[in-house]
C-alpha cells in the first residue's frame, strides 16, 4: 500500500512552453501533497505543501506563478512550471501523507520523480 | 528553524564493509525521524524511520537509534552489499504540518 504515481517521469520540452506534472496516490486518499525540487548532487527543497480543495502554500521564495499547483481531488496534484526556461530544469519529486495504522503517525511516500529538461 | 545535518560523502566502501553514516538534528520538541533511500534515477524510498526517543528502526541490515540525548540518529549497516550504493537522506518531521526537514544527503559507494 502507499504508492504515490508520478507522470510523467522525464520530459523535455523547449524554453517558453509549459510543462504538467502529475503525482497520484493509487492506493489511499490524499489531502496533503508536497512538490520538492532536487538540483543535482544536492538535497530536496520543499517547494509548496499542495491541499485538496483549497490553495496551495508554498514555501518563500518559490514563485507561485511559476509553479501552478493544483489538487482538484483526494488522489491527484498536478505542478505545472510555465514558461518553463532552462534554469528551471531540474528532478521534481511529490510526496503524500500517509498515516500508519494504529500508530497515530504519519509517513511521506514519495513519488519515482520526474525529470525537467528545458532546451 | 528545524535542521538536520548529515556527513558529507562520497563514502566509498568495499563489499562486506561496515558502514556508519552519522545524522544529528536541531528541533523544538519531540520530532520524528526518519532515512531515505534514492537509488539513481529514482525518487526517494522510505529506508526507516523512529518515533521516540530511544526507538530504534530496522529495515533491509540498517538500522538507527533515536538518541534524544545527543539529537543523533545514525544509520549503520554491519555488511554492505553492491546494491546498497544509494544517497542516504536523514530527515525529521514535527507533528504539526508533517513537513519533512531534509539533511544534504550522502553518497555511498561500494565496490566489489
Known amino acids: 500500500g502507499a504508492v504515490v504515481s508520478q507522470h510523467p517521469s522525464w520530459v523535455i520540452c523547449k524554453s517558453g512552453t509549459s510543462v504538467k506534472i502529475e503525482c497520484r496516490s493509487l492506493d489511499f486518499q490524499a489531502t496533503t501533497m508536497f512538490w520538492y525540487r532536487q538540483f543535482p548532487k544536492q538535497s530536496l527543497m520543499l517547494m509548496a505543501t499542495?491541499?485538496?480543495?483549497?490553495?496551495?502554500?508554498?514555501e518563500q521564495g518559490v514563485e507561485k506563478d511559476k509553479f501552478l499547483i493544483n489538487h482538484a481531488s483526494l488522489t491527484l496534484s498536478t505542478l505545472t512550471v510555465t514558461s518553463a526556461h532552462p534554469e528551471d530544469s531540474s528532478f521534481y519529486i511529490c510526496?503524500?501523507?500517509?498515516?500508519?495504522?494504529?500508530?497515530?503517525?504519519?509517513?511521506?511516500?514519495f513519488g519515482a520523480g520526474s525529470r525537467l529538461t528545458v532546451l | 528553524g528545524d535542521s538536520v545535518t548529515q556527513m558529507e560523502g562520497p563514502v566509498t566502501l568495499s563489499e562486506e564493509a561496515f558502514l556508519t553514516i552519522n545524522c544529528t538534528y536541531t528541533?523544538?520538541?519531540?520530532?520524528?525521524l526518519f532515512w531515505y533511500v534514492q537509488y539513481p534515477g529514482e525518487g526517494l524510498q522510505l529506508l526507516l524511520k523512529a518515533t521516540k526517543a530511544d526507538d530504534k528502526g530496522s529495515n533491509k541490515g540498517f538500522e538507527a537509534t533515536y538518541r534524544k540525548e545527543t539529537t543523533s540518529f545514525h544509520l549503520e549497516k554491519g555488511s554492505v552489499q553492491v546494491s546498497d550504493s544509494a544517497v542516504y537522506f536523514c530527515?525529521?518531521?514535527?507533528?504539526?504540518?508533517?513537513?519533512?526537514?531534509f539533511g544534504g544527503g550522502t553518497r555511498v559507494l561500494v565496490k566489489p
Open positions: 510526496s503524500a501523507r500517509f498515516p500508519l495504522p494504529g500508530s497515530g503517525a504519519n509517513v511521506l511516500t
Open positions: 499542495s491541499n485538496e480543495g483549497s490553495k496551495a502554500t508554498y
Open positions: 528541533a523544538t520538541g519531540y520530532p520524528s
Open positions: 530527515a525529521l518531521m514535527k507533528a504539526a504540518g508533517n513537513k519533512l526537514t
